[in-house]
């Protein structure tokens, strides 16, 4: 067993390597976050928006963010007109998160765009999240760097995503698999 290497983590590149804005831009956001954006009081959808885009978050038009939703960084967050982000939202976003128009993403789902160099030195590793017009995250799924979802496409809950999801496809598992098409009779 002596032969099986442990990486040192006090070592671990990176740290702050997504932070790319100044400490106190960070721990303001995170006050901010805290009393706005996660705080589960039924206080406005509009008021989370603006603290958001306030942070650098570019949301548009109609955008329902419910409470107890989390925002690692607002800066690399983009969502389209008309979109619903369910209660519970986790986009743990050190890379660009990218949510089309009238995207659907239900409660407690978790969005990462990072992971870590596992073999090597532990370092930050990060992939942005597309996630295309239409499409339906339901609860509880976990999306990973690199996903993209297509057009109108469907992930069933509590399912694992990574690479590239089709458009009007429905997935789901762990790890999620291809499991049929959105819309009857629909050809892509």
Same mark, same amino acid.
């Given at each position: 067993m002596s032969d099986i290497p442990v990486i040192d983590l006090s070592k671990a590149p990176g740290e702050r390597a997504a932070w790319d804005r100044p400490a106190w831009h960070v721990y303001l956001w995170a006050i901010c976050e805290l009393i706005f954006i996660t705080n589960p009081w039924q206080i406005s959808s509009s008021l989370r928006v603006r603290v958001l885009r306030a942070f650098g978050a570019a949301i548009g038009r109609g955008v329902v963010f419910r409470p107890r939703t989390r925002v690692k960084f607002p800066w690399k967050l983009h969502i389209g007109d008309r979109s619903w982000i369910g209660e519970g939202v986790w986009f743990h976003n050190q890379d660009h998160v990218h949510v089309g128009h009238d995207v659907v993403i239900s409660?407690?789902?978790?969005?990462?765009?990072?992971?870590? !160099? /596992?073999?090597?030195?532990?370092? +930050?590793?990060? !992939?942005? &999240?597309?996630? /295309?017009?239409?499409?339906?995250?339901?609860? !509880?799924?976990? &999306? +990973?760097g690199g996903t993209t979802v297509g057009r109108s496409a469907l992930i069933r809950p509590m399912s694992v995503i990574s690479g590239d999801i089709g458009a009007a496809e429905v997935w789901g598992g762990v790890p999620a698999r291809h499991v049929g098409t959105r819309f009857e009779g629909l050809r892509q």
């Open positions: 409660q407690e789902t978790f969005i990462t765009t990072g992971s870590h !160099r /596992h073999r090597v030195d532990m370092a +930050l590793v990060t !992939r942005p &999240v597309i996630i /295309h017009e239409g499409a339906w995250i339901t609860s !509880r799924c976990m &999306v +990973l």
